[in-house]
């Protein structure tokens, strides 16, 4: 009997030791089939990989697109002054200095007049926000985040609204210490509450994965014509009311006879984002403040802002606005 | 523990440069050409965490759903290990093949994932670029990865 035990016992760890790595590959890929089904959920994901992400890899992010923006500069001079070594040497370097100096100054103009716009649209609206730069984007099949030089330590919250002069981007997912990543509009999982600004029709914009938006649960009787503009209804408190989503491109026929199928252009060349604005008082830990102590919510005297920002969900969740 | 002092840092290096510099440029999938690489040339436990921190790396960085790409990089793993009892990768023209089938695989199972997830996901056609990419420079990246490795490990030989 003792010896049957241990001759089983043997067995046992002879089985696994000769099938260690297709044990190990089954567990961890069991392990991470479940991470993926309850992503979801709200709990938290990664937090320390995050976190050593935010601190380590955001400014080799930052010194890599400085560094590249040198080298392109560099290069655009050097083939230019090949370009005009056939025709005078010493008047092909004063041009290219020249060069380097219109080049310099344009960028410094494009800087300025981008900066200048933000600012502009900054002291227009009537609520408060956080000017920040894109370190990075993450265009990677149907994923769509970009990462932003502003974390925890600038007052950056999960569920933050991310905006620009031309429209809503998308909202802060992870907010790490020096750095955060919002999720853009045309994630899969982005969803937002919209509504047709010339009928009032009511819908959800969700990202398609690529490029475009899709504005979801408008019935086919509902009044919506291609070039109708959509704009956040503000149901939900993420984001402030009227903020400009896209542009009706496509109105079809949606294949349950019961809802339209509508194709949303976004008003943003989100390849060409350089700066945004993330709007105070939206996002987790605002609505959890308000909930928490409503007396201690801004007034709309000390924080104009707040006056046109709706109530804030008291139990948001992370995924829908 | 070598294979995660060169592969983990070569891995955070190509997501930072993915997410800079070849934002909109499609570029060869390195942590699958790893798992390719690990997988077929010397499977170990150790390999199998490798890639699965591989694949939780990407989607923390990405953003993406947590678990997807490890998921997707395990099934990777397992297919390349059972098929290398069957088939030798010796080719440059079999591993780009291989590289690109999958990447193919890679990307379906991520939008399984999605699907499962409720996510109304387009399946892209990106995908098939991705597994052109991929396949076209595995060959030399393999044969890279090979010398790179048995440098840091001279008992390592590449089959």
């Not at chain 1, 330590?153 to 620009?164: F, L, N, R, Y």
């Not at chain 1, 830990?285 to 920002?309: F, G, M, N, R, Y």
């Not at chain 2, 591989?54 to 953003?63: C, I, P, Q």
């Amino acid at each position: 009997m003792l010896n049957n035990n241990l001759i089983d016992k043997n067995r046992t760890r002879t089985y696994l030791r000769r099938h260690k790595i297709v044990i190990a590959s089954a567990l961890l890929l069991l392990f991470s089939l479940h991470l993926a089904l309850t992503d979801n959920r709200g709990a938290e994901r990664g937090i320390v990989v995050k976190e050593v992400i935010s601190i380590a890899i955001s400014p080799i992010q930052n010194a890599i697109l400085g560094t590249y923006g040198a080298i392109t500069d560099v290069l655009g001079n050097y083939i230019l002054l090949v370009n005009l070594k056939s025709n005078n040497d010493s008047l092909n370097e004063t041009v290219t200095q020249l060069k380097a100096e219109n080049n310099t100054l344009k960028e410094e103009i494009g800087l300025n007049s981008r900066l200048k716009e933000v600012l502009e649209y900054k002291e227009s609206v009537p609520f408060e926000t956080i000017a920040a730069t894109i370190l990075g984007f993450n265009m990677d099949r149907w994923t769509r985040t970009v990462t932003i030089d502003k974390g925890k330590s600038d007052g950056i919250v999960k569920d933050m609204a991310v905006i620009t002069p031309l429209g809503v981007i998308g909202r802060v997912i992870e907010a790490g210490p020096h750095s955060s990543m919002v999720l853009l509009n045309t994630d899969l999982r982005s969803n937002i509450e919209a509504i047709v600004q010339r009928t009032r029709v009511k819908g959800v914009i969700e990202g398609n994965g690529k490029d475009r938006l899709r504005l979801k649960y408008v019935l086919q009787l509902d009044d919506v014509l291609l070039g109708d503009h959509i704009v956040t209804s503000g149901f939900s408190g993420l984001f402030p009311k009227g903020l400009v989503l896209g542009e009706v491109v496509k109105v079809e026929k949606g294949k349950d006879n019961f809802f339209k199928e509508i194709e949303v252009l976004p008003k943003v060349d989100y390849s060409r984002l350089e700066e945004v604005l993330l709007v105070k008082g939206t996002g987790i830990k605002a609505a959890a403040d308000e909930t928490a102590t409503p007396a201690s919510a801004p007034t709309p005297a000390s924080v104009p802002a707040q006056a046109s920002v709706p109530a804030l969900s008291p139990t948001p969740t992370p995924i829908i606005d | 523990m070598r294979d995660f002092l060169i592969f983990i840092p070569v891995t955070v290096l190509y997501l930072v440069l993915k997410s800079t510099i070849f934002i909109s440029i499609p570029i060869p999938d390195l942590p699958l050409i790893i798992v390719l690489f690990i997988a077929y040339n010397r499977a170990s436990v150790e390999g199998v965490v490798l890639g699965f921190i591989m694949g939780y790396l990407e989607d923390a960085f990405t953003g993406g759903i947590f678990g997807s790409t490890s998921f997707a990089l395990m099934v990777v793993f397992i297919t390349v290990y059972f098929l290398s009892k069957r088939v030798t990768f010796s080719t440059p023209f079999i591993r780009a093949v291989a590289a690109g089938l999958l990447t193919l695989l890679k990307g379906l199972l991520i939008y399984i994932v999605l699907r499962l997830t409720n996510f109304d996901a387009p399946f892209l056609g990106s995908i098939l670029i991705a597994a052109v990419v991929t396949g076209a420079f595995a060959p030399a990246i393999i044969l890279l990865l090979g010398r790179v490795s048995g440098t840091a490990d001279p008992h390592t030989l590449e089959r």
